[in-house]
């Protein structure tokens, strides 16, 4: 049990504190809707932030992973028939082909032509949405996506149908996502990440073949996209054209660095924040997305850090006035 | 058919013009300032509705040619002042998101003042109707805009190749440094050169009203245009923006006749089968 309470233990770090706070969300939140929005969303941004805060890749093209899982979901539950395991396993997959394959056209270039080869890429999956209207509805979007109940075997064990059991279901996918990530970010395998994104050429000429490692990162971060996607589907009922344009690739990036960057908590933070401010404000002022220009300007020249990184020093500041 | 394939052809110079007057902007600013501007599409985008309101107010599309890009350049300008100059040391990273804020905060005004509807602009009196060439006519002001943003790309090269202020630019994209070390002020031409990229890409905001009018969601989706072009053509080059633009603007074009709803898929299956063939673009240097 003290092996698992340790930083590097199932439990121990920022764990438990995620724990608290997706069991805190719905019972604060109005809706376990909104909860479950929140989640899938950090989910989504969690897996930028493995790129961006660990491997030093920025993805401008994240939309297209969670676009691909949330219309490839749907479209095997809906043609398929195919059920709740076997759509998000598509999803997983899919998202981790796509990103290979993207991955294998950007990842041969650095800096800033990687940001807008996902950033292209990322375009052409819109207009492929857009041109298959015959598939995706097109700028309708796809219409009455199933949320089946969760079945093993052929026996349906949990009914998903009220937005109380899909929380649930959503944060313990959440739940093993961030156990799993903060085990990879442990691995070997996330401290040459982080080697790579210090210096490059010195990973490198240490030995690491530096674009396998980013590849294999860049494909992870895909499928865990996919899956944010594939659940968001899910709980909309619906995979409108915004799943896949610049916009969705927009705002994960915004949550990954508005939450902080280096640090799997602030994803959720991040998230939580973007989302709740779409929600309150978008009520109040159809035209706030100008308080999220402004707050992204501050934020770059105020608290560079992100809403994580202030917490911190925070903290930092208080206990060190507690010595004092 | 033969004149369909000229028709498409010509749009497509059309096009590219437009798309090279954006993405030379882009370049240019990357080029000197190192810095990538997010709002490109966006300053595009106000271009196009300043053609659109200069139009209403005076009535005189020379005038809109003419103030348009100056007024979306002086915005730039205060931009840079105010703002972008206190981020140039920060990682990439950092631009984008800056960047994206201003692009996020020209939108929201243009749908505040102009409404979340597009607007169609008229084509102006003077250059209404076609130009006919033996049996093949041709619309007068698509002609303009190809001659227009040809004359325009020459002054441009001129003003990068043959002027001193070209000459610093361009000495500049090496060694800022050096630059700076040699008694030049770096701030100075940093503001002058974003202007200019920026106010290029309010030009072809303006050139393109006529045509494809004001939509205030219009930025992301020329921003992901010009992103092609540069990766083609290769980040920083003058000739690769041209060759780039043109290219990705002939293939729009002509798709439109083969197959319509895919046509803007069309240019970044090009840009994809661009990048498998050369990974570092058609100029870029490994």
Not at chain 1, 255 to 275: C, N, P, R
Not at chain 1, 293 to 322: A, N, Q
Not at chain 2, 195 to 204: P, Q, S, Y
Request: aromatic fraction near 12%.
């Amino acid at each position: 049990m003290k092996r698992l309470m340790t930083s590097k233990g199932l439990f121990g770090g920022t764990t438990l504190a995620v724990l608290a706070i997706l069991v805190l969300l719905p019972l604060v939140l109005p809706s376990a809707t909104l909860a479950t929005e929140i989640v899938i969303f950090a989910m989504a941004a969690l897996a930028c932030n493995l790129l961006l805060g660990y491997g030093g890749l920025l993805s401008f093209g994240q939309g297209l992973f969670f676009g691909a899982g949330s219309y490839l979901s749907a479209l095997a539950m809906i043609h398929g028939g195919v059920g709740l395991v076997t759509a998000l396993v598509i999803a997983i997959v899919a998202g981790a082909v796509i990103a290979t394959f993207v991955g294998m056209l950007s990842i041969r270039r650095t800096g800033i032509y990687f940001v807008m080869l996902t950033l292209a890429f990322s375009q052409t999956g819109y207009f492929l949405a857009y041109t298959l209207s015959k598939w995706t509805g097109g700028d309708n979007g796809l219409l009455d996506v199933p949320r089946p109940a969760f079945a093993l075997f052929g026996f349906d064990l949990v009914d998903l149908k009220g937005a109380h059991a899909y929380y649930v279901f959503v944060a313990l996918i959440f739940l093993g996502v961030y156990v799993g990530a903060r085990r990879v970010i442990d691995s070997p395998f996330g401290s040459t990440l982080v080697a790579i994104r210090e210096n490059e050429s010195r990973a490198s000429a240490v030995g690491f073949d530096t674009r396998h490692f980013k590849m294999l990162a860049f494909t992870l971060s895909g499928a865990v996209t996919a899956l944010a996607g594939a659940l968001y589907g899910m709980l909309i009922n619906y995979v409108p054209l915004d799943n896949i344009a610049m916009a969705m690739s927009e705002n994960i990036v915004i949550m990954t660095v508005i939450g902080g960057t280096g640090s799997l908590l602030g994803s959720l933070l991040g998230a939580g924040t973007l989302v709740l401010m779409g929600e309150i404000l978008s009520s109040i002022w159809p035209r706030w997305p100008l308080v999220l220009g402004v707050l992204l300007i501050l934020i770059v020249v105020f608290l560079r850090g992100g809403l994580w990184g202030g917490v911190e020093s925070l903290i930092g500041r208080m206990t060190r006035k507690d010595e004092a | 058919m033969l004149n369909l394939y000229l028709f498409q052809i010509l749009n497509g110079l059309g096009l590219g013009m437009i798309y090279f007057l954006i993405s030379v902007g882009l370049t240019i600013i990357f080029g000197l300032l190192n810095f990538v501007n997010f709002a490109h599409g966006a300053f595009f985008m106000i271009g196009c509705y300043l053609c659109y309101a200069l139009l209403q107010v005076t009535g005189q599309f020379w005038l809109a040619l003419v103030l348009g890009p100056l007024i979306v350049g002086a915005l730039a300008w205060g931009a840079e002042k105010v703002l972008i100059r206190r981020i140039y040391h920060l990682p990439h990273t950092f631009h984008i998101l800056v960047t994206v804020g201003v692009a996020l905060i020209l939108q929201e005004t243009a749908v505040i003042v102009w409404g979340p509807v597009g607007k169609s602009i008229p084509i102006p009196d003077a250059l209404q109707g076609v130009v006919l060439m033996g049996k093949f006519a041709y619309p007068k002001y698509r002609l303009f805009l190809i001659l227009f943003s040809a004359v325009i790309g020459f002054l441009l090269w001129l003003l990068l190749e043959r002027t001193r202020f070209g000459a610093l630019v361009r000495a500049g994209s090496e060694s800022t440094e050096m630059v700076s070390l040699l008694g030049t002020n770096i701030y100075k031409l940093f503001s002058l050169t974003f202007a200019l990229g920026v106010g290029l890409a309010g030009l072809a905001g303006v050139l393109s009203g006529p045509i494809r009018g004001a939509q205030p969601f219009m930025g992301p989706e020329v921003l992901g245009i010009a992103f092609v072009v540069v990766v083609i053509g290769g980040m920083g080059s003058f000739s690769g923006a041209l060759v780039g633009g043109l290219l990705i603007g002939l293939v729009q074009s002509l798709m439109t006749t083969i197959w319509p709803e895919g046509a803007s898929l069309m240019i970044y299956g090009a840009m994809a089968a661009v990048i498998l063939l050369r990974p570092y673009g058609l100029f870029g240097r490994a």
